[in-house]
């Protein structure tokens, strides 16, 4: 069986922002369609060891965050390779307006629903409310009404093989802490193993990768690491 198939299926990317007390929090996720018009419902999948999937679970209310092609990798660093749990992902995050006056390089404004939305590299969002919640396993989906949309941009949507192959950097990159931290550079690591995740760059060090072993940046599983030897 040839899992990289599974690479083949078309995905876009979006932030999901939601508020929970004074927190407010966000991750990336893959999965994001409408599901019906009468009433307009969308889906989307969240894996359940994210900090924003626990507070969604609570708070039954979001925004979508629709991620163009003028993203930068920053964006997936800030909501995609750091936890809600132990940093504010919205911290030096410049907020869109203040009060009247723009701001020159907007990150992020507050829609009708009272949780942030993402304008920086991103071309509209959804607002939404929880409906219903399906019990995936290692994900919950998410079925929602719509509450509330807007168009930000004309930037086309980005799709899951436009990071791969636009905005991610690649391994060699990351390797050399070009990008978000790694495993430290080792003088004495040639030769030595290491399992490459290949959607974020992390590294797991060892001869063997555990079976249910979790990417702890992207959330990928071991599934999605390659073996590579220093």
């Not at 900090?51 to 909501?79: G, P, Q, W």
């Not at 071309?123 to 168009?151: A, P």
């Not at 978000?180 to 760059?201: F, H, M, P, S």
């Amino acid at each position: 069986m040839d899992k990289k198939a599974m690479y083949k299926l078309s995905y876009g990317l979006f932030v999901l922002t939601t508020k929970l007390g004074d927190k407010d929090n966000g991750c990336i996720t893959n999965t994001a369609i409408q599901v019906t018009s009468e009433p307009n419902r969308i889906a989307f999948a969240v894996n359940k060891l994210n900090y924003t999937h626990e507070m969604l679970m609570e708070s039954k209310v979001f925004n979508i965050s629709i991620i163009s092609e003028d993203a930068s990798f920053d964006l997936f660093k800030r909501f995609g390779f750091q936890s809600g749990r132990e940093v504010d992902k919205f911290c030096d995050f410049k907020k869109a307006y203040s009060g009247k006056r723009a701001v020159a390089q907007p990150g992020y404004n507050i829609a009708a629903n009272g949780i942030t939305y993402v304008t920086d590299g991103t071309n509209s969002y959804i607002s939404g409310t929880v409906y219903q919640t399906v019990d995936l396993g290692s994900h919950t989906l998410f079925i929602c009404d719509v509450t509330d949309m807007e168009v930000l941009s004309d930037a086309k949507s980005a799709t899951y093989e436009y990071y791969q192959e636009n905005i991610k950097p690649n391994p060699q990159d990351i390797a050399k802490g070009d990008t978000v931290g790694t495993l430290e550079k080792d003088e004495n690591a040639q030769g030595k193993t290491v399992w490459r995740c290949k959607i974020c760059g992390y590294e797991y060090e060892g001869e063997d990768l555990p079976e249910d072993f979790i990417c702890p940046w992207c959330k990928h599983p071991a599934s999605d690491f390659e073996k590579v030897v220093k």
